[in-house]
């Protein structure tokens, strides 16, 4: 009986490299679209866009640049879902000036951009602190027939976040809740009060999430903590902690941000506390835990308290980096407690050399 060879269609190898998409395979997915040619299959409109995605989706912006352009030069040219694709690996990059020059690209080729476009593009100036241009952006939108969406009031929100533009983010939000926008708004928002040193205004924010019924998530939570730590609100900071962490489930950033403003206050037996409460609410301390907490002990030279934190970094096998020991070694050193620099230095947490020289600093 005569064996029949069944090859692959068209169809058989965009499933497979929309398969490498999902699994951000995008060598894979590059593989087989080279592979097209061996067995004569003339690469469509959705295998191109499905590599682009797998790049996308893996960080590999020149790739996806490189494939955009080979889609140009074919019959159909690139569809929205490649533009978006390729603009988006752009954002993650924080390659903001070929993600602009990709969204006017659309323009001179008669291809019209969307929402996502301008969202990614937007997001793509906030990474790199181009606020101005993000908010340009999202004025001229309506040139291309479009009208800003909640995706495209977030993006720029995150672009006053990273410039501290607090004022401007809160003009923002209210557009933004007129178009759906929620708990996503709201979170930049509130951490762009707070990078701005407005931790009043972020705290009001949450207050107003209530009111308009939206749910805080971790996001908000740790935005609001982190807000009060430039200031120095250590007890407004506890009080987000405890009062909302409980109904979110504040994960260990939650706890790590709370003992930072306890730190940055020289509160240190607040932020011991803190530590020693997470194995109850089911969360593992992790260097950066210990480091908040022993350098808020060095603030306040309580030694011993510092000498057990390490001793409990021991217990728990967590090697202390660099800046857990040079806490510890600060609190020692700050009591003149000389001996336990030895025990330091014998166990490895201190070398000799640091420890003579600290030991000869005092004298």
């Known amino acids: 009986m005569e064996r029949l060879e069944v090859l692959p269609d068209i169809m058989t190898y965009n499933s497979a490299i929309s398969s490498c998409a999902k699994g951000t395979h995008w060598q894979g997915a590059q593989h087989l679209l080279a592979s097209l040619a061996t067995c004569r299959v003339r690469p469509d409109t959705i295998s191109f866009s499905s590599t682009i995605t797998a790049c996308e989706k893996a960080g590999q912006w020149q790739h996806a640049l490189s494939l955009l352009e080979r889609m140009s030069l074919s019959k159909e040219g690139p569809d929205v879902i490649a533009w ?83 004022p401007f983010a809160l003009w923002l939000l209210r557009l933004a809740l007129g178009v759906g926008a929620g708990t996503v708004a709201f979170s930049s928002a509130v951490s762009a009060c707070g990078a701005g040193g407005q931790w ?18 971790r996001v908000t939570l740790n935005a609001a903590i982190s807000a009060c730590e430039s200031c120095g609100e250590w007890s407004v900071a506890l009080g987000l902690l405890v ?47 210990y480091s908040a907490a022993l350098s808020a002990c060095a603030r306040s030279c309580a030694w011993r308290s510092a000498l057990g934190l390490l001793g409990a970094m021991r217990a728990m096998r967590l090697g202390p980096n660099a800046a857990c020991a040079a806490h510890g070694t600060a609190a020692v050193e700050q009591g003149a407690q000389f001996g336990w620099m030895l025990w330091l230095m014998r166990s490895g947490e201190l070398s000799v050399l640091g420890a003579l020289r600290q030991c000869f600093s005092g004298v």
């Open 200 to 217: 009043q205004r972020a705290v009001a924010l949450l207050r107003w999430m209530a009111l308009a019924q939206v749910a805080p998530n």
């Open 84 to 166: 978006s694709s390729t603009i988006s690996a752009c954002e993650k990059a924080a390659r903001w000036r070929e993600a602009l020059h990709l969204l006017f690209s659309m323009r001179q080729r008669r291809a019209r951009a969307d929402n996502i476009c301008f969202g990614s593009t937007i997001s793509a100036c906030a990474r790199s602190t181009q606020t101005p241009l993000a908010m340009e952006l999202l004025d001229c939108m309506a040139s291309f027939g479009l009208q800003p969406d909640a995706i495209s009031y977030c993006s720029a929100i995150t672009a006053c976040e990273k410039s501290g533009d607090w």
């Open 243 to 289: 009062s909302m962490g409980g109904g979110i489930g504040a994960d260990v950033v939650s706890y790590n941000s709370a003992m930072s403003v306890c730190e940055k206050s020289s509160q240190w037996q607040q932020a011991a506390q803190l530590l020693s409460s997470m194995p109850a609410a089911r969360l593992d301390p992790n260097v950066i835990s």
